[in-house]
Structures are given as C-alpha cells and as structure tokens.
C-alpha cells in the first residue's frame, strides 16, 4: 500500500511538472495605480492556491480553538461529577462470602 501511495505522488509530480512545463509564457497582473507585475503563467496559479489555502486554513483554526476550549470545559465539568458522584456515595463494605463446613 505505501509502494502504491508514493507511486501515485510520483505520477502527480510529474502530471504537475509537466504541466508547468507547458505554461511559462508569461502573464500581465494589473494592480492599481498602475502597478504590474509580468510572471509565468504557473506561478500565478501557484501563489493563487496558495493564498487559498492560506485562506481555508486561517478560516478553520477559529473554529478548532472554539472546539478545544469546549472539549477542556466538559472535561472538567466530567471530572467535577465524578468527584460528586464519589464524594456522595457512602463507602460499600466488602460482603464476606459464607463459611461452608
């Protein structure tokens, strides 16, 4: 399974190689007040799915910070019944088993 999961990155980096490769003529990006830039085709899809995924990641770490502080308050809520739930039970004596003769 691992021979066959670097076999299909290979093929990927290749696919994508090969690809970028083929796209270097270069583009224009136009910024305000007449700022441009002149890059290779492949590098403006490069920075653009990079700023993506920047942007994807950035967006999801809110989320998992609200999910932590969650998941440390009802662990201690748990704890802190459990510790009630000891406190209050009174302490069980050990049932001797019968003598048999």
């Known amino acids: 399974m691992r021979v066959l999961m670097w076999f299909l990155r290979l093929l990927l980096f290749f696919i994508l190689f090969g690809f970028a490769v083929k796209n270097d003529q270069l583009a224009s990006l136009r910024f305000f007040f007449g700022s441009e830039w002149h890059l290779p085709i492949v590098f403006i899809i490069l920075i653009a799915f990079a700023a ?4 994807g990641v950035t967006a999801t770490f809110g989320s998992l910070l609200r999910q932590r502080r969650e998941i440390s308050r009802l662990r201690k809520q748990l704890e802190r019944a ?3 739930r000891a406190e209050a039970r009174p302490p069980v004596a050990e049932a001797q088993a019968p003598e048999t003769l």
């Open 82 to 84: 459990g510790r009630e």
């Open 52 to 55: 993506g995924a920047l942007l």
